[in-house]
C-alpha cells in the first residue's frame, strides 16, 4: 500500500492569491479527510467525505474554502483570497473504516 | 462542544516508562487515539481504543480509559530514544469528524 500522497508540499503564494492543494488517499480508501494544523497545536477537523459526498464541514471552513472529491477518489482543498491567517499545514487523511485514519505528510501553507 | 486536553511535556529517562495523559469533554465519544508526529513528519496511528473497552495493550504500548472520569493514558514501557516525538490525543463521535488535543512532547534522556 502506498500512503496518502499531498502535492504540493511546500506552497508560498502572497496574500489575496488563490491556492489549490490536491490530495490522493490510500487505494480503497472511500472515506478521506482534511485538517489544519498550525504550530504547536493539533489537527483541526476541516471537512470530511465519503466517496464524492462532502458529508461534514466545520464552521472553520469560511466561504474562502472550497474542497471537492469529484470521482470519490482524489480531493482538492482550494483557498480563495488567501490571508495570512491561512499559514498553516493543510492534512489530508483517508481510510476504509469508520475509526481509522491515516495522514498524508501535509502541505506547508506560507502566506507572505 | 468537544475539547481534548494534553498536559505539554513530559521528560523520562532511556529505560523507564513513560505515561502521557489526556482528558476529553464528550461523552458520547465513541473511538479515543493515540497518534505520534515526530519533526517533519506526518502523524502515525500508534493505537485506538473503543469506548466500551478500558484497556487495551500493543506491545510496549498500553492505553487504558477512564469512560467516567473521561480520562485516557498511554503508557510506554521501556522507552527509547526513537520515542521522542510529540503524541496527541483524539476523539471522535462519529465516522467525521476527530477532536485532537494540542500534543504532549516526550523528550528521552540517554
Known amino acids: 500500500d502506498t500512503g496518502v500522497s499531498q502535492d504540493p508540499r511546500h506552497k508560498i503564494t502572497k496574500r489575496g492569491q488563490n491556492v489549490t492543494f490536491r490530495c490522493d488517499p490510500i487505494s480503497e480508501h472511500n472515506r478521506l479527510y482534511w485538517y489544519r494544523q498550525t504550530l504547536g497545536q493539533g489537527p483541526e477537523f476541516l471537512t470530511y467525505f465519503q466517496n464524492e459526498a462532502q458529508l461534514e464541514k466545520s464552521r472553520l471552513l469560511s466561504d474562502r474554502f472550497s474542497a471537492e472529491r469529484p470521482k470519490g477518489s482524489f480531493s482538492t482543498l482550494e483557498i480563495q483570497r488567501t490571508e495570512q491567517g491561512d499559514s498553516a499545514m493543510y492534512l489530508c487523511?483517508?481510510?476504509?473504516?469508520?475509526?481509522?485514519?491515516?495522514f498524508g505528510p501535509g502541505t506547508r501553507l506560507t502566506v507572505t | 462542544g468537544e475539547d481534548v486536553e494534553q498536559s505539554l511535556f513530559l521528560s523520562v529517562r532511556e529505560g523507564d516508562s513513560s505515561v502521557i495523559n489526556c482528558t476529553y469533554t464528550?461523552?458520547?465519544?465513541?473511538?479515543l487515539y493515540w497518534y505520534k508526529q515526530e519533526p517533519g513528519a506526518g502523524l502515525q496511528l500508534l493505537t485506538y481504543i473503543f469506548s466500551n473497552m478500558d484497556m487495551k495493550q500493543d506491545q510496549r504500548l498500553t492505553v487504558l480509559l477512564n469512560k467516567k472520569d473521561k480520562h485516557l493514558s498511554l503508557r510506554i514501557a521501556d522507552t527509547q530514544t526513537g520515542d521522542s516525538a510529540i503524541y496527541f490525543c483524539a476523539e471522535r463521535t462519529n465516522a467525521g469528524k476527530s477532536t485532537f488535543g494540542d500534543g504532549t512532547t516526550l523528550t528521552v534522556k540517554p
Open positions: 464528550d461523552s458520547s465519544s465513541t473511538y
Open positions: 487523511a483517508s481510510s476504509r473504516t469508520a475509526y481509522e485514519q491515516y
